[in-house]
């Protein structure tokens, strides 16, 4: 049942991936509408059965909707792709720093055998990745507070 | 079970990959949406490492995919009247037609 769970949920967030980056949006669509029905089936494995039937009112609202918006305007992506320029790699590298910090700040909640000496015990003084933490938490507030200050350096100009 | 929340937490940082780098609005509400289903399967992964997803957990999940809904509908009716006003859905072009 455990490795079915986890084999939905990981088709789901291939699914995702591809509803993210396809450039027809009614592949788009359709891949969310997968991704959504694999939430559906994990979360009724999972005997989550009042959520998966709200999931399962959720997601044709959402399909209806997304449907009757493409029909009014548009069905291409024009967009779609990473921007290598300043700002979207200055993005991605803030999203990744997201992701890691935010593993490291999760993972010690799930159970103490993911990473040894997380949280550090007080008499050992804090562990390496307990600093990185730290570090991540303080570059994380630097970014926040240059972004904010140069988009309000900007709206002045 | 940590294999599963590894995989939740994967793609709820896909959804917030989706919401912070794309430029589509119907792209955006798509990661809103996934970023929900991906917090009440968290929930309900908690519930079941309890034993078994009670009354509390099947609240909270509930709570989040309907919040995730109200929030992406928003989103995907405000994207349709501008796409009308403004003939695109790219941000950066919606941007620079202001003012």
Known sequence: ?157 | MTAGYALCMALFLLGLYGVVTKRHLLKIAFGVFLIAGAAALFIALLGVSEGHVGSLWQALGLMVILGGLAIATVMIVTSVRLHQRCGSFDLDRIWKLRG
């Open chain 1, 1 to 157: 049942m455990q490795i079915a769970v986890e084999m939905v949920i990981g088709a789901a967030a291939l699914a995702g991936i591809v509803a993210l980056e396809a450039r027809d949006l009614r592949t788009s669509l359709a891949a969310l509408a997968l991704a959504g029905i694999g939430l559906i089936v994990a979360l009724f494995l999972l005997g989550a059965i009042e959520v998966g039937i709200a999931t399962i009112m959720a997601l044709p609202v959402v399909v209806g909707l997304v449907t009757w918006a493409l029909r009014r305007t548009e069905n291409k992506d024009a967009t779609a792709g990473i921007r290598l320029d300043g700002n979207g790699l200055l993005m991605l590298a803030a999203l990744l720093a997201f992701a890691a910090l935010f593993l490291l700040v999760v993972i010690p909640l799930l159970g103490p055998d993911w990473l040894p000496g997380v949280p550090p015990q007080l008499d050992e003084g804090p562990s390496s990745v307990a600093i990185v933490r730290e570090v991540l938490v303080l570059l994380a507030a630097g970014a926040a507070v240059w972004a904010m200050a140069r988009t309000v350096g900007r709206r002045n100009r």
